[in-house]
């Protein structure tokens, strides 16, 4: 998730219009990884290697004569002039890692391994959001940058699993893992307090800078407890997971930054799947599950995590049918309903999917009908867009983006 409005919005200013803007964000990315296999021993499968990536972003903010915006509700737009929107920077990660597998007997498999990552952060220099406004206005001729700079940290991240052959068909499993979240540098840096021009320049009173506020990564334990069994018509898995970090990321909704607060943070919840194939038929049904909450602690109390951020509950059920050459597929999606502490909700909504296939002489055939039944709703990303952007950007209205109606695809495929 961005939270920035990437259409044509309006900002409110006293509940009055004051600017009309679009914003663009570019991001590249590129990485490599190397990994290398041995059995030093029987039973014993070790791999180790190399992760690299390397990130680079940049973001501006156009703004549109306005009163030919206005004019036009929004649909003739010129230019006027451009801001930056965020800091850019840039990302770079090296981890090398090792990972090792081995077969204590016929019944238990213990694994483990360790990652060091190493993580720098780039920032470029920024002038405050609003001051670049106010310079292209014509309200000031100068201002203070807030200071860029650059960071580095690393971690050690550790897993460890141990896997129980119960019988042939059945296995349990127990896993730890450590894995690193960063927030976005750009959202959390840039932020400055400015104070009244002098001789039309804004001189920086105080900032959020890389100095300063040295950006750490957010550490986050993972457990998990699973069992699966694999029949000849009968699969089915089902698993319980707990994820826990001392840190909390929180979006502030009047100039879309983010901040790091010191506010544990848990998810956990129960996942499963079932698919089962109907003896001496070409037909099969099936399910997955998701059920999950999320919670963060607010003076020594957990509460329901902000919706903006938290995810709902899913639940899928389909039927297949599925003679040679033919494999036709019907699927219900169900997305539950999801509050927070302070009271907002996402409403859940039901979809259904028929997706099928026919396997030609030469190549396949996929056929599908999203929305089949043409159900009405809206997004989850189009409930949680206007709790991010109105009233700061303009009616919730603008942000609502509605689910698709019912949509017929075709594609053809060969495989060579």
Known sequence: MSPSPSIRSPTLTKGQVSSFSSSQQDTDQYGAKLTLNSQPLAGWDLTWGLDADHETFNANQMFFDLPQSMASGGLHNESIYTTGRYPGYSISNVAPFLQSSYDLNDIFTVSGGVRYQWTENRVDDFVGYAQQQDIANGKARSADAIKGGK??????????????????????????????????????????????????????????????????????????????????????????????????????????????????????????????????????????????????????????????????????????????????????????????????????????????????????????????????????????APLLYSPTYGSSSLYEYKGRGRTFGLNYALTF
């Open 151 to 384: 960071t580095d940290y690393d971690n050690f991240l550790f897993n460890a699993g141990i896997v129980a052959h119960l019988t042939e068909r059945q296995q349990t499993w127990f896993n730890f893992s450590q894995g690193v979240e960063l927030p976005d540098p750009g959202k959390y840096y840039g932020i400055g307090k400015y104070g009244a021009a002098v001789n039309g320049h804004l001189p920086l009173i105080s900032s959020v800078n890389v100095d300063d506020s040295p950006l750490q990564g957010i550490k986050v334990n993972s457990y998990e407890l699973g069992w699966r069994y694999t029949g000849d018509n009968l699969r089915t898995q089902l698993a319980a997971y707990y994820s826990t970090s001392d840190k909390t990321i929180v979006v502030n909704r009047t100039d879309m930054t983010i901040d790091v607060q010191s506010d544990k943070r848990r998810i956990y919840g129960v996942e499963g799947a079932v698919d089962y194939f109907i003896p001496d038929s070409d037909w099969s049904v099936g399910g997955n599950f998701n059920v999950l909450k999320s919670q963060v602690q607010t003076d020594g109390r957990w509460q329901k995590w902000d919706v903006t951020l938290a995810s709902p509950s899913k639940a899928t059920a389909w039927v297949g049918w599925a003679p040679d050459p033919w494999s036709l597929r019907v699927q219900s999606q169900q997305v539950f309903d999801l509050s927070d502490a302070a009271g907002n909700k996402l409403e859940g909504y039901n979809t259904v999917d028929f997706i099928g296939s026919y396997a030609l002489p030469v190549g396949k055939l996929t056929f599908s009908i999203e929305n089949l039944l043409n159900e009405d709703y809206v997004t989850i990303w189009g409930q949680r």
